[in-house]
């Protein structure tokens, strides 16, 4: 998880060209929300949907706050409805995650 988190911190703060080309042939909100989703349905498998979900949720809504505020501070332009993007995509993929977790875990593959 945390080079994904790397990768996602690195893309919202960097003056890439390759990240403007990206941007440019994909909505901008569907990146937010697709890359949060990730990183969240990660956490959420990786704690098997246990109640640290709601710490990691928590901060992975408030890491992209934080860093929607820093790219106003890069040049870049910070946006409100890109962290409201990223608050869907965290919840997005916990709620995934943990009906995905839920699922397996009545299915009997894994422990409850």
Not at 23 to 30: G, M, R, S
């Given at each position: 998880?945390?080079p994904?988190?790397?990768?996602?911190?690195?893309?919202?703060?960097?003056?890439?060209?390759?990240?403007?080309?990206l941007?440019?042939?994909?909505?901008?909100?569907?990146l937010?929300?697709?890359?949060?989703?990730?990183l969240?349905?990660?956490?959420?498998?990786?704690?098997?949907a246990?109640?640290?979900?709601?710490?990691?949720?928590?901060?992975l809504?408030?890491?992209?706050?934080a860093?929607?505020?820093?790219?106003?501070?890069?040049?870049?332009?910070?946006?409100?409805?890109?962290?409201a993007?990223?608050?869907?995509?965290?919840?997005?993929?916990?709620?995934?995650?943990?009906?995905?977790i839920a699922?397996?875990?009545?299915?009997?593959?894994?422990?409850?």
């Open positions: 998880m945390l994904a988190l790397l990768f996602v911190i690195y893309a919202e703060l960097t003056h890439s060209q390759d990240f403007a080309a941007e440019f042939h994909i909505w901008d909100k569907a937010h929300f697709s890359a949060y989703c990730g969240s349905l990660m956490a959420t498998v990786s704690v098997r246990d109640r640290r979900v709601l710490w990691w949720a928590v901060g809504i408030l890491l992209g706050g860093l929607e505020i820093v790219q106003g501070m890069t040049g870049r332009d910070a946006d409100v409805f890109d962290e993007a990223n608050t869907l995509g965290v919840l997005a993929g916990a709620g995934v995650g943990w009906a995905g699922l397996l875990k009545t299915l009997g593959v894994l422990e409850r």
